[in-house]
């Protein structure tokens, strides 16, 4: 599956943005979906997993309550509304996919490292300025 993300650019803090990451191929609906992000000198963390269907979600406590990942199937589609934006939320976006149909997705290492992903996006930068 080839990934292509959208949707980045600058906004002040506060405010809010909308990534899209559009994937190409008939098979979307086997992938578990992920956006991760990584700012200059640090590594590449995730932001939001979400399974095959939509009906599961994960998000590390840095995010939670101001990013929403959903996903469209019909439209090979995953987003990632983003709120309240942060300075520190200023980084590049990736959207990442793993082939799996897991029920439930959680907080461990198989859904939250860039390591469990065999399948990325170019990245879109997110810049939040103070």
């Known amino acids: 599956v080839q990934l292509q993300a959208s949707g980045g650019g600058l906004v002040q803090a506060g405010g809010s943005l909308r990534l899209s990451c559009r994937a190409s191929g008939s098979s979307f609906s086997r992938f578990a979906m992920a956006w991760f992000r990584q700012a200059p000198g640090k590594e590449r963390d995730v932001v939001a997993t979400?399974?095959?269907?939509?009906?599961?979600?994960f998000y590390p406590d840095s995010v939670k309550g101001r990013f929403t990942i959903s996903r469209d199937n019909a439209k090979n589609t995953v987003y990632l509304q983003m709120i309240s934006l942060r300075p520190e939320d200023t980084a590049v976006y990736y959207c990442?996919?793993?082939?799996?149909?897991?029920?439930?997705?959680?907080?461990?290492?198989?859904?939250?490292?860039?390591?469990?992903?065999?399948?990325w996006g170019q990245g879109t930068q997110v810049t939040v300025s103070s």
């Open positions: 990442a996919a793993k082939r799996q149909m897991a029920a439930t997705i959680d907080g461990g290492p198989d859904y939250t490292s860039s390591r469990g992903y065999a399948y």
């Open positions: 979400i399974n095959w269907n939509g009906g599961s979600t």
